[in-house]
């Protein structure tokens, strides 16, 4: 059994910072990577940022320079990553989602995980 927990959301004004978290806890062995992807209600779900096992950070270009993504921690197989989030602004009212993708007891290759999501919402 495997959990995917986002938390952090909130609404916040234009210019603001937000920190998302993100624990991926359960039967895992190992993690290839862990990112997030928002989606707005009506289009489709995209990348905001990842970060592979002993990898660089990869960001879309919108969010480039104003989120940072941070490393994979693990700790007693629970493994954590945060989203800090600069300089928000309201295109990046989203539902937040986690993925991780790891290999657990139950199966030994690397499928994706996803949490339930977090509500951003950047208003004035």
């Known amino acids: 059994q495997v959990q995917v927990v ?3 959301g909130g609404l916040v004004q234009p210019g603001g910072s937000l920190r998302l978290s993100c624990a991926a806890s359960g039967s895992i062995v190992d993690f ?3 990112g ?3 989606q707005v209600t009506g289009k489709q779900r995209e990348l905001v940022a990842s970060m592979a096992k ?3 950070p990869n960001y879309s270009d919108a969010v480039t320079g104003r989120f940072t993504i941070s490393r994979v921690s693990a700790k007693n ?3 954590t990553v945060y989203l800090q989030m600069n300089n928000l602004a309201p295109e990046d009212t989203a539902v937040y989602y986690c993925s991780a993708k790891i290999a657990t007891m ?3 290759y690397y499928i994706p995980y996803w949490g339930k999501g977090t509500l951003v919402t950047v208003s004035s």
């Open 32 to 34: 290839e990577s862990m």
């Open 36 to 38: 997030w992807y928002r």
């Open 106 to 108: 139950a199966h030994d």
């Open 6 to 8: 986002e938390s952090g």
């Open 77 to 79: 197989t629970v493994y």
């Open 54 to 56: 002993g990898g660089n």
